[in-house]
Structures are given as structure tokens and as C-alpha cells.
């Protein structure tokens, strides 16, 4: 059945609101992201001068590249704000073939980039693609989709679980071809915590949890590589020159830091001691550098961010956009357990994972990717703070009359 608005009433709030939009941002977090981005660029330029200088002959390299990285990041967020989320929505099942055809390509010889014996790279130029980065948001977007579509599915029967989580293990299944077990912890943990928030089932959410840890242990030790990550992270002093050396040295680092740091540039272990110091291990280098009140204010940022993400799916969910609801708790979920998950192999409390730190660590992917994250939220917020449900639900979901004076 059409439903006919008149255009009086709808064109002039819809250009009302186009002007509004950066009223209508999340200023909290839009200063919290910055400021990670900013803290990023300092610390990246810190730890990596010293390896650029002497592989490179280019100290700046790394800083000016990450600046790049950072102006493109910003650019994608800007177009990201612009998009109506009913966009991302009717692309769930799109992203869900493109993320497997990601996947699929990276292992194909010749086309993948193989890097410290990991195949997770395609090639594009200027940067290196990391095919995990962008599937870990697309998956979001699929699943936040199908929760809207099947939620009731989801809530009663065990089909409407298992469903999403056959085609999130195909993804897990290729990643670890790769292989990259940590961002197949953060994908199947996010979609997990999507999911129980969706209203599954606490019976079917523990079996699947239970079977998911069984299957993670067993792929643990069936690995030697894996086995000797999990072993050198239980006592990494037994081997310290050897298969614990990169733990130690970040721990040196940290343990270094004290109250208040080193100061900046005054690192130790960034000298060619600390292996991927720039990456996967930058918070080590803050650590020693900033210390213990450096280490607060990181900290303190990303549980701000993971907050706003928070409050935003819950401005969704009152608004009654269950979409937007469930992309912004799983975008705060993935970026608060990649950090902690970081942080926590950074300080020897998890086993070693080629994870970055979210919005910090060099890298074009992941930036750029979550910098897209976190124009998606400021997206989330503005449609819901700002629309109506029932503007939105006549301008973007419902069919309209063309020929009386509607938009259609």
C-alpha cells in the first residue's frame, strides 16, 4: 500500500537536516578518535625512526606514510558520513561475498603477499590490502543485517543462530588458511557478542562458545608455530634469545616506563631490540616512553570510544533502529577487544597475535578501515539523534506514489 507525504514536509527537513550534519556530530568522539589518531602518529614516528633510518635511509618514512594514511582514513570516514545507513543495510548479503572473495583471492599464488611466512596481503600499489581489516567490517555489516531480518528466527530456533555462524566460520576457516588466528578471534568474538545481544538463546550461545574454545585449542596445538606461541607466552624468560624474545623485550620496555616514561624519543628496545615495534607492538614503546600516566590516557581513550559506541546503539535501539543498534554495538565491540586484546599481548597476558592497536599502530588497512568504523558511528548517531523514526521510515524504507507531490 503507498503511503503519499506531502512535499512541504519532507524536502525542506531533509535540506534542513543536510545543513545540520556537523551540528549533529558526536563531538565526544570525534575528539577521542583524533586524539588516538594524533597519539598514533607521534608514537609511530617515535618507534619506527631508528629501523627507517637504517633500512630505509629515510627516518621519516614510516611517519610520512602514516600521515597519508591518516588523511585517507579521515577522507573514507567523511564519505562513510555521507551514506544512509539503509544503504549498508541492502549490501549485507554484497559485502558477505566480496569479504569471501577477499578471501579466497589472497590464497590464490601470485595475487597473495606472503610476509613472515603469512599470506594476508594483496598488493595495490601504494599499500598493501589486509583482506582481515576489511572483512571484519563487512561480516559486522552482514550480521547487523540479518539480525534485523531474522531476528525472531534468531530468538526462537537454533537454525537462525547457525545460519550466520556457517558463514562466519567459512570466513574464520579461510583467514586461518592465511593464516591469521587473531583476527579470527576478533571476528568470531564480535559476531558472538552480536549475536547474544540480539536475543540468542544463553543455551545455544554457551555450546557454540564452548565448542568454539575446544576448536581453538585444538588448532593451538595441532600447530607447532601456534604451540610455541602459547608456550613462550606461559614463561617467555625460559627462551629469552629464542621463541620468547619478542615478549621479553616488550616487557623490558614496559617494565622501563615507570610513572612517567623515558620521554619521548627515549626508547631503548625500539633500537633494533623490539621486533614490529612500530605495529603490532607500539604499546610497548609508549609504555617505555610515556610510562605509566601515558599508558592510563591510552587506555582511558579507547574505553571512552567503546563507550560512545555504546550509547550510540543505544540511541538506536530508542529510536527504533534495530540496524543501527546492532552495527554500532558491534563496531565498539571489535574495536574494544582488538585493544585489549593488544594491550594484553603487549603486556605478556595473551598469547602473541599480529593484531594492531586500533586507530594507532602503522598500517593503511587498518586505519583507514577504522577510521570507516568510526564515521559509520557518527553516522549511526546523526540519523537517530536527528530523523524521526517516522521521517526516516517514509523517506528511505517505504514506498511512496510517484505523481502526487512525493518523493518516491
Not at 80 to 91: A, G, I, N, P
Not at 275 to 304: K, M, N, Q, R
Not at 335 to 351: E, H, R, S, T
Amino acid at each position: 500500500m503507498s503511503i503519499t507525504v506531502p512535499v512541504k514536509r519532507v524536502v525542506p527537513t531533509l535540506k534542513r537536516s543536510a545543513d545540520s550534519r556537523l551540528d549533529k556530530l558526536d563531538w565526544t568522539l570525534v575528539v577521542v578518535s583524533v586524539a588516538l589518531l594524533a597519539i598514533g602518529l607521534v608514537m609511530v614516528t617515535s618507534a619506527s625512526i631508528s629501523v627507517a633510518d637504517r633500512n630505509l635511509s629515510a627516518p621519516f618514512y614510516y611517519m610520512q606514510r602514516q600521515a597519508v594514511f591518516i588523511l585517507l582514513g579521515i577522507f573514507a570516514a567523511w564519505l562513510v558520513y555521507q551514506m544512509r545507513l539503509v544503504q549498508w543495510e541492502k549490501s549485507g548479503m554484497a559485502l558477505l561475498g566480496f569479504s569471501l572473495f577477499l578471501l579466497v583471492l589472497v590464497l590464490v599464488p601470485g595475487v597473495g603477499k606472503e610476509v613472515n611466512g603469512s599470506t594476508r596481503w594483496i598488493p595495490l600499489g601504494f599499500f598493501n590490502l589486509q583482506v582481515s581489516e576489511a572483512v571484519k567490517l563487512f561480516l559486522i555489516i552482514y550480521v547487523a543485517g540479518y539480525l534485523v531480518r531474522h531476528g525472531e528466527s534468531v530468538r526462537t530456533s537454533i537454525a537462525g543462530f547457525i545460519k550466520p555462524m556457517l558463514m562466519v566460520g567459512l570466513a574464520a576457516l579461510l583467514l586461518l588458511l592465511e593464516p591469521d588466528f587473531g583476527a579470527t578471534v576478533v571476528i568470531i568474538g564480535t559476531v558472538l557478542g552480536m549475536m547474544y545481544l540480539g536475543g540468542v538463546r544463553f543455551t545455544q550461545f554457551a555450546a557454540f562458545l564452548t565448542l568454539f574454545g575446544a576448536a581453538a585449542f585444538l588448532l593451538v596445538v595441532s600447530s607447532p608455530y601456534r604451540l610455541e606461541r602459547l608456550t613462550s607466552f606461559m614463561n617467555p624468560w625460559a627462551d629469552p634469545f629464542d621463541s620468547g624474545f619478542q615478549l621479553t623485550q616488550s616487557l623490558i620496555a614496559i617494565g622501563t616506563g615507570g610513572w612517567f616514561g623515558t620521554g619521548l624519543g627515549g626508547s631503548v628496545q625500539k633500537l633494533f631490540y623490539l621486533p614490529e615495534s612500530h605495529t603490532d607492538f607500539l604499546f610497548a614503546v609508549l609504555s617505555e616512553e610515556l610510562g605509566f600516566v601515558g599508558v592510563c590516557t591510552v587506555i582511558a581513550l579507547y574505553t571512552v570510544l567503546f563507550y560512545r559506541a555504546t550509547r550510540i546503539a543505544l540511541q538506536a535501539e530508542k529510536s527504533g533502529n534495530r540496524f543501527a543498534a546492532y552495527l554500532a554495538y558491534g563496531i565498539g565491540i571489535w574495536l574494544g577487544l582488538q585493544a585489549v586484546i593488544n594491550m594484553g599481548v603487549n603486556m605478556g597476558m595473551l598469547p602473541t597475535k599480529g593484531l594492531t592497536l586500533p586507530l594507532m599502530s602503522y598500517g593503511g588497512s587498518s586505519l583507514i578501515i577504522c577510521c570507516m568504523s568510526i564515521g559509520l558511528l557518527l553516522r549511526i548517531h546523526y540519523e537517530c539523534s536527528f530523523y524521526s523514526r517516522q521521517a526516516v521510515s517514509r523517506y528511505e524504507r517505504r514506498p511512496v506514489s510517484r505523481g502526487k507531490g512525493v518523493y518516491a
